[in-house]
């Protein structure tokens, strides 16, 4: 999929309503999911794998074809005599994810930078009559790293390569991942490296914009003259006010942001 | 027969039943008034994080409370306290030595939630014993073992020894120990550990994998190598990672390399078919 055909993604926006014997699939990047509603009960079927620069999307409904049955993950879901009314809609990680760009680089004495960067979602299977999740299911195999100074001090978080481009249209462009803009201003008088980034997608919504794009809430941060970064703000994202709101945070920010997501960078 | 009766009824007309009705009345009401307050303060307490605390914060009000009621009960049946004050050092003395240990696991257990060296849920080695704490209150600490006893341990005895805090720091080091033949590729060895420990999904990238030689010996080199993990997944990893060391090891085609454990199992028959 490319960025153009984005739009495809409002497809998410959408509802269902299977009916006996129906059978809904979509690929989201690397997932291939299926939710095949039978008499009294739903199976969401899911397989998954580390690529994250699969690209992939589309989606089947109904599913002409065969639901796999060898399938990694299968949940069953027992319902009530009426059929249930189904919203699948992406969301942010549990966890802060840190992001390793490909390449190193580094900001300048004086300079602001404006990094785009993608973290991988999961999607969320909503029954929409009871404003309930019924499953959450991970885009893509997670892997988890420790983020701290010592093993003592830290916090546990997943990992994801990333691009870090700082114009969006080099942002090699994944559907399953959503865009964060993190905004570092250099104050101090020695280049800042940026090795690693922790970005607490755990405190950011989710929205998606007229494009379809997925895009969280953005992030700045400021160095003082020692090159020590404080002032972690998190704030809407450009346009916010036509964007539609896709997820809530998962956690509220506590009072003292900075203090919990020490060492944004290293 | 008949003093028996008139020495009954002189005491039953001694004992003032006025007075006592009164004070069980007063015992009676005073503990629906304290399952009242307690029901109202576990409505408001069991929103809190730290239900250890709660719990050892009621237990107290409610030992406190008890006792002022049952004084107040005294005085209601006009039992003289001077009495009993006067008998206090004699009793004193006597409750000393007979709750010498329950007044000693009291101390050791406040000692205990004080200082928090472990909380309920966490995974601990106490003495011999490992296992998932179930509760810490003011006498003891009540664990459940990985095979599934429970096992209650006096305070007393825990604030003694060395406790082992397993799940108190959210990542874990996974240590082994290998020796491979002077004939095998060291550098090869070394490639195997890393690859692994990237293919590994609870394997942490960071703090990063550590691989270095201990021991030269005359015809083998002993090595180390240390990966953290996640500590919610450790015996899944510590049981996954050395198999899969293995699988790498068998199919590099190194012939002489041997694990700790199979180091250790075979001086163990080596020793005991000596002794037979």
């Given amino acids: ?266 | 027969m008949e003093d028996i009766y008139i020495a009954l009824n002189e005491i039953r007309q001694d004992i003032p039943w006025r007075s006592l009705f009164l004070g069980v009345s007063v015992l009676f009401v005073g503990q629906v008034i304290l399952r009242f307050f307690d029901w109202i303060l576990q409505l408001f307490l069991e929103q809190l994080k730290e239900q250890q605390k709660v719990y050892n914060f009621r237990k107290f009000t409610i030992y406190l409370y008890n006792i002022i009621l049952f004084i107040f009960f005294l005085k209601i049946i006009k039992v003289d306290m001077k009495v009993i004050l006067g008998a206090a050092g004699f009793m004193t003395l006597a409750i000393g030595f007979a709750a010498r240990t329950p007044i000693s696991n009291l101390i050791s257990g406040m000692f205990l939630v004080s200082e928090r060296p472990f909380v309920v849920g966490d995974v601990i080695e106490v003495n011999d014993y490992r296992g998932e704490v179930i509760s810490l209150n003011l006498m003891s600490l009540t664990m459940r073992t990985l095979d599934n006893l429970m096992v209650r341990i006096p305070n007393e005895m825990v604030i003694g020894v060395a406790v082992r805090n397993i799940s108190y720091f959210p990542i874990r080091r996974l240590s082994l120990t290998y020796m491979i033949s002077n004939r095998e590729s060291l550098t090869r060895l070394e490639e195997i550990f890393m690859e692994t420990a990237t293919r590994n999904e609870l394997a942490l990238d960071e703090p990063e994998p550590y691989f270095s030689v201990t021991e030269f010996r005359e015809n083998s080199i002993e090595v180390n190598f240390l990966v953290w993990a996640p500590a919610d997944d450790f015996f899944k990893f510590q049981s996954e990672f050395p198999k899969e060391i293995h699988r790498g090891v068998k199919q590099a085609g190194l012939e002489h390399v041997r694990s700790e454990i199979e180091i250790n199992s075979s001086h163990r028959y080596k020793k005991n078919n000596d002794n037979s």
């Fill in chain 1, 1 to 266: 999929m490319n960025r153009q055909d984005a739009e495809e993604l409002k497809i998410f926006q959408q509802t269902l309503s299977p009916l006996d014997g129906e059978i809904y699939h979509l690929r989201f990047g690397p997932l291939d999911l299926y939710i095949e509603k039978s008499e009294n009960e739903i199976s969401v079927r899911s397989m998954t794998s580390n690529d994250w620069m699969d690209s992939s999307f589309h989606y089947h409904y109904p599913f002409e074809g065969m639901c796999p049955q060898n399938l990694l993950e299968e949940k069953r879901f027992a319902f009530s005599d009426k059929s249930p009314t189904l919203k699948i809609l992406p969301c942010l990680g549990e966890l802060p994810f840190v992001v390793k760009p490909d390449t190193k680089f580094m900001i300048l004495p004086g300079e602001k930078a404006r990094i785009f960067l993608s973290t991988p979602m999961s999607l969320r299977i909503y029954d929409v009559d009871k404003n309930q999740v019924i499953d959450e299911i991970p885009v893509l195999h997670r892997v988890k790293t420790w983020f701290g100074q010592s093993p003592t001090a830290g916090q546990l978080c997943f990992f994801t390569k990333i691009h870090a481009a700082l114009v969006e249209e080099r942002l090699p462009f994944r559907p399953h991942r959503a865009l964060t803009h993190l905004f570092i201003e250099n104050s101090s008088l020695e280049p800042i490296p940026v090795h690693k980034l922790k970005i607490p997608v755990n405190y950011l919504k989710l929205y998606q914009d007229e494009r379809g794009l997925f895009v969280t809430s953005s992030l700045s941060v400021k160095s003082d003259r020692q090159g020590e970064l404080k002032d972690l703000k998190i704030f809407p994202p450009d346009n916010a006010g036509k964007l539609s709101l896709i997820q809530e945070p998962r956690e509220q920010v506590p009072r003292r942001l900075f203090k919990s997501v020490t060492e944004l960078m290293r």
